[in-house]
């Protein structure tokens, strides 16, 4: 998995890498092994549907062997780069997959509809997620996040993988993030790295500078998120 030396970055990423406060070359690694991870465990999904029908015409078997491979894959991505291995805790909450970044924020990866909602969008978990931007987590998470000192809430970043109509061609994989009931920002990994984003030609100015800047969070504000 190839570096970038210089990292340019959309008004997206740029929002992305302030807010949570990544290092650059951190977010820029995560989020290709992301795409490349999702994309070929989606596919790798796809393919066994056509060949096994009768394997998958079960409830919930479709869906479980696409989240299984694409965070399987995931993995064998980031764990291939050095760079990503000490970055990345696993984690999990309620028997949901998080993947925690730098300390900074949780990734989650999920299925995504054409018109950009998560797969469990109408639960009350997600909604409460949707309105302040942050996961709430078992006692044995809390646990963990603190042994780390990691003594905050933490947002929650998802990755989604969209099919088309008849889900039988993967679409897109995107990044996105909600805070206050709506779409904080959202892109797509795709478009991001099958184009050439570090393109030698760009210029000067179009190169940025990142500086991180995280909002402290009272204690309080962390307990009301424990799990009760």
């Given at each position: 998995m190839?570096?970038?030396?210089?990292?340019?970055?959309?008004?997206?990423?740029?929002?992305?890498v302030k807010k949570q406060g990544f290092s650059a070359e951190t977010v820029d690694l995560f989020l290709k092994a992301a795409m490349d991870g999702v994309s070929r465990g989606v596919n790798r999904?796809?393919?066994?549907?056509?060949?096994?029908?009768?394997?998958?015409?079960f409830r919930n078997c479709k869906s479980s062997r696409l989240s299984g491979l694409s965070k399987s894959d995931f993995e064998l991505e980031y764990l291939k780069e050095p760079k990503?291995?000490?970055?990345?805790?696993?984690?999990?909450?309620?028997?949901?997959?998080?993947?925690?970044?730098?300390?900074k924020a949780l990734f989650c990866f999920k299925k995504m509809d054409q018109k950009g909602r998560i797969s469990g969008s109408n639960t009350k978990r997600f909604k409460e997620i949707m309105k302040d931007g942050f996961v709430k987590?078992?006692?044995?998470?809390?646990?963990?996040?603190?042994?780390?000192?990691?003594?905050?809430p933490l947002p929650i970043i998802y990755i989604g993988?969209?099919?088309?109509?008849?889900?039988?061609?993967?679409?897109?994989?995107?990044?996105?993030?909600?805070?206050?009931?709506?779409?904080?920002?959202?892109?797509?990994?795709?478009?991001?790295?099958?184009?050439?984003?570090?393109?030698?030609?760009?210029?000067?100015?179009?190169?940025?500078?990142?500086?991180p800047s995280?909002?402290?969070?009272?204690?309080?504000?962390?307990?009301?998120?424990?799990?009760?």
């Amino acid at each position: 998995m190839s570096t970038s030396k210089s990292l340019i970055l959309n008004e997206n990423i740029k929002s992305l890498v302030k807010k949570q406060g990544f290092s650059a070359e951190t977010v820029d690694l995560f989020l290709k092994a992301a795409m490349d991870g999702v994309s070929r465990g989606v596919n790798r999904s796809l393919s066994d549907f056509r060949k096994s029908p009768r394997d998958y015409k079960f409830r919930n078997c479709k869906s479980s062997r696409l989240s299984g491979l694409s965070k399987s894959d995931f993995e064998l991505e980031y764990l291939k780069e050095p760079k990503l291995r000490n970055a990345i805790k696993h984690l999990k909450s309620y028997g949901v997959d998080y993947y925690l970044l730098e300390g900074k924020a949780l990734f989650c990866f999920k299925k995504m509809d054409q018109k950009g909602r998560i797969s469990g969008s109408n639960t009350k978990r997600f909604k409460e997620i949707m309105k302040d931007g942050f996961v709430k987590y078992t006692e044995n998470m809390y646990k963990e996040l603190t042994k780390m000192g990691i003594l905050k809430p933490l947002p929650i970043i998802y990755i989604g993988y969209q099919l088309d109509k008849l889900g039988t061609t993967l679409l897109d994989v995107k990044c996105v993030y909600f805070e206050n009931d709506k779409i904080d920002y959202c892109f797509s990994l795709l478009d991001m790295y099958r184009t050439n984003l570090f393109n030698t030609n760009t210029k000067q100015e179009d190169l940025v500078e990142i500086q991180p800047s995280i909002k402290a969070v009272s204690y309080t504000h962390l307990r009301a998120h424990e799990t009760r």
